[in-house]
């Protein structure tokens, strides 16, 4: 396999990639400010799948009643973000690219001192955001089909994506979900629960065990989707409530489709008292109150 690889994009972001990760990272401010950030950005990634890959065979198992026992950083952010979720099937992988984007942002900001940055890691994104500074981030499905603004006051500062046409397998049949939480990991674990949550029986949908996909797969031999024939609306309504279900039982803010329906939960406690800016052409946009956390 080849080594990390670091490069300065025209446009001024940072391109990183080493086998599976590929993240870009912007960072906005002073220019020496975030010439040394993507120095420290870079240094980090030095390391990030060789450590990630040395405990592999834990990261793989679904979480159970201990939390798992993990040494590295990047590691210890996906055990701690899907912990919440244990009474389902979940493994530390359900959030490795929003950890690993949470792990390279928190590089690149540490001392310095930039407007706003992020590390976006395959749609799965890690917001640095000070006072006065805002981001917005799209929605993609077919096209650009939503986004969310993003501001200092709010404390998002992650959103990832999950459903049947991500890079990992999924048990549900949504074709996307976009959560919004504290941090990547948070948004990546829960992302991958609430897809799983949009489901439905019906002959139209073909599922095979994960394992005869990817013998490596953590999902072993549950039934993973990989393919939705038309269905129903009515099925389609179905489905999508029990997403939304679930994101309102998790209280975050989410984003749903399944073959031209959207669904928009902002009532989670990751949104303000103003109307959370998201929304599309297609969905409407809802407003949502914010709860504190404990």
Known sequence: MIG??????????????????DL????FGDRDETAAAYVQATERFADILETL?????????PVGEA??????????RMADAVWPHRAVYITPMAAVAGAVADEMLAALVAGRRLDKAYGNNGGDIAFHLS????????????????AVRLTHDRPVRGLATSG?????????IADSVTVLARSAADADAAATVIANAVNADHPAIARRP??????????GDLPVTVDVGPLPDKIVTQALDRGVA???????AAALTLQGQWRLETTGEDYGERPADIGSGRARRLHGRHQPRR
Do not use: K, T, Y
């Open 67 to 76: 939390h798992p026992l993990l040494r590295g950083p990047v590691a210890r």
């Open 210 to 219: 994960a394992r005869d996909l990817d013998p490596d797969s953590d999902l």
């Open 164 to 172: 049947r046409g991500g890079r990992s397998f999924s048990l549900g």
């Open 24 to 27: 870009i990272v912007g960072a």
């Open 4 to 21: 990390p690889q670091a490069r300065v994009l025209p446009d001024g972001r940072l391109h990183l990639q080493h086998g599976p990760i």
């Open 246 to 252: 679930e994101a309102r039982r998790l209280r975050l």
């Open 53 to 61: 890959v040395g405990e592999l065979p834990i990261l793989r198992r």
């Open 131 to 146: 006072p006065g500074h805002a981001l917005n981030a799209g929605i993609f499905v077919d096209a650009l089909d939503g």
